[in-house]
């Protein structure tokens, strides 16, 4: 019998259930902290747009990204502290095989870390 290949659906709605800084990260002063983020995300001929936003936030900021088959990867820009240019934030993951979340990492500047998102 063959196997469903993992795909995003066009229009998807993910949540960030984890995301934690790695090692080095968190040894130059980044907190190890777990930060709720939902992403719609549309895709459309490989493209990826949409926005993310914190769990409780009104708004988002725009997402751009690509997709290819169960992988993803998208970004946007973020303000760490009010006088500070915003920076690219860029999420890199897999769909699992139970097409349920996305996995893979994230990084912020020269930090990253890992990150797990459940699809809604």
Not at 61 to 67: D, F, L, S, W, Y
Not at 95 to 117: I, S
């Amino acid at each position: 019998m063959p196997t469903r290949a993992a795909r995003l659906d066009p229009m998807q709605t993910l949540r960030q259930e984890q995301a934690t800084f790695d090692d080095a990260s968190r040894a130059r002063g980044w907190p190890e902290a777990r930060g709720e983020l939902v992403c719609t995300l549309k895709t459309d001929n490989g493209r990826v747009t949409g926005d993310c936003k914190p769990l409780k936030a009104a708004e988002g900021v725009p997402v751009a990204g690509e997709v290819k088959g169960e992988n993803i990867r998208w970004q946007f820009d973020v303000v760490i502290q009010p006088v500070t240019a915003p920076v690219e934030m860029i999420y890199t993951g897999r769909l699992d095989q139970t097409q349920t979340a996305v996995r893979g990492t994230f990084a912020l500047t020269d930090f990253g870390g890992d990150f797990t998102a459940k699809k809604q």
